[in-house]
């Protein structure tokens, strides 16, 4: 017992000390070994490194394939007439996959007879899809117009300033929080709406109760998909709950809507980064015979040595005196 415990407790310390100093000694080993090759060896180095391509020119490609195929779709200004068609089609076509998901998984998670009888489906399930499509599209169209909108103005800043620019990302950020904004006032007045009916309709002498606006309970409510969040009221009639409006579903449209934004600022940071790599690369190759960087790379070599040699000393000291 006492033994396993000291091999547990050591084996973190020598690997953290065996860590720093085998990336200290390839370091050295590939800095020795390209410093020290002739002139004619760091040119070639130089040329083959100049010719490597990264993938970067296939993720701008993409980028602007993607962006390109956004703008055919919805085209490029405000008031585009192809969006007339398009936006709600997509809005339909998104939202129908998305209940689709769930219907698929009730019947094959929660269903042991795997029926595909739609009078099977529970009486949620059917009245969120009913008030979904008669109240709720027209918050998932207004989310989705106002998100493809922004989306379209990013595209038009990423194409001239650059995707990475901070134009190009306050517009990306002003799109997420301005969509979410529009999300939770449509929720907010969906439940509201939903508490008016109920105390005007069905127990109209009692005291309607407050609806409060959650705008961060909104989202942790929604995150769900299988299990959308109801409402229940506690009446003079007892306990009821008329609340069936699918917040996820509209969520994850909102969602789906930002996605060719997300995709083109991750294009965009792992073409950056490539480039950045490959200038690096390059940089230092060519500084490899110059007499001043080779004493900078030794200085700083020699106090890695020193601070991986001090974690080593303080690791075995701290393991000494447990």
Same mark, same amino acid.
């Given at each position: 017992?006492?033994?396993? +415990? +000291?091999?547990?407790?050591?084996? %973190?310390?020598? *690997? ?16 020795? =070994?390209?410093?020290?090759? #002739? ?8 040329? *083959?490194?100049? #010719?490597?391509?990264?993938? !970067? ?33 997509? @809005? ?10 769930? !219907? ?8 042991? $007879? ?28 207004? !989310? ?8 379209? +103005? *990013? ?40 508490? $008016? ?6 127990? %109209?002498?009692?005291? %309607?109760?407050? !609806? ?15 299990? %959308? ?26 969602? $789906? ?6 995709? @083109? ?23 490899? =015979?110059?007499?001043?960087?080779? $004493? ?15 974690? =080593? *000393?303080?690791?075995?000291? =701290?393991?000494?005196? +447990?």
């Amino acid at each position: 017992m006492d033994t396993t +415990k +000291k091999y547990m407790n050591e084996s %973190p310390l020598s *690997a953290l000390f065996t860590y720093a100093l085998g990336i200290l000694t390839t370091l050295g080993t590939l800095y020795m =070994g390209v410093a020290m090759a #002739n002139k004619e060896t760091r040119l070639a180095t130089i040329r *083959a490194l100049q #010719n490597k391509k990264f993938g !970067i020119k296939e993720i701008d490609f993409f980028i602007a394939t993607w962006a390109t195929f956004f703008k055919r779709v919805f085209g490029e200004s405000l008031l585009a007439k192809r969006q007339i068609l398009s936006i709600p089609l997509y @809005t339909l076509v998104v939202s129908a996959v998305f209940f689709l998901i769930w !219907i698929a998984e009730l019947f094959i998670l929660r269903n042991p $007879a795997h029926s595909l009888r739609i009078a099977d489906l529970p009486l949620n399930v059917k009245e969120a899809v009913s008030v979904f499509y008669i109240k709720g599209i027209w918050a998932a169209l207004l !989310i989705d117009f106002f998100s493809i909108q922004m989306t379209k +103005k *990013a595209i038009r800043i990423g194409s001239v300033r650059g995707f990475l620019s901070w134009r190009f990302l306050g517009c990306f950020c002003f799109s997420v929080i301005g969509s979410y904004i529009l999300f939770t006032f449509a929720v907010f007045i969906f439940r509201v709406e939903d508490m $008016a009916y109920v105390y005007s309709h069905i127990v %109209p002498r009692d005291p %309607p109760p407050l !609806i409060p606006y959650t705008p961060l309970r909104y989202l942790s409510s929604s995150l769900n998909l299988f299990y %959308p969040e109801t409402t229940v009221y506690t009446t003079s009639v007892g306990w009821l709950t008329t609340y069936f409006m699918p917040q996820p579903v509209i969520l994850y449209c909102a969602i $789906a809507t930002q996605t060719t934004l997300v995709i @083109t600022l991750f294009a965009a940071t792992v073409s950056a980064t490539l480039q950045t790599f490959k200038r690096s690369l390059l940089w230092t190759v060519r500084s490899f =015979g110059n007499p001043d960087v080779h $004493a900078n790379y030794l200085v700083i070599l020699f106090f890695c040595v020193l601070a991986s040699i001090a974690i =080593g *000393a303080f690791s075995i000291y =701290g393991y000494l005196v +447990k």
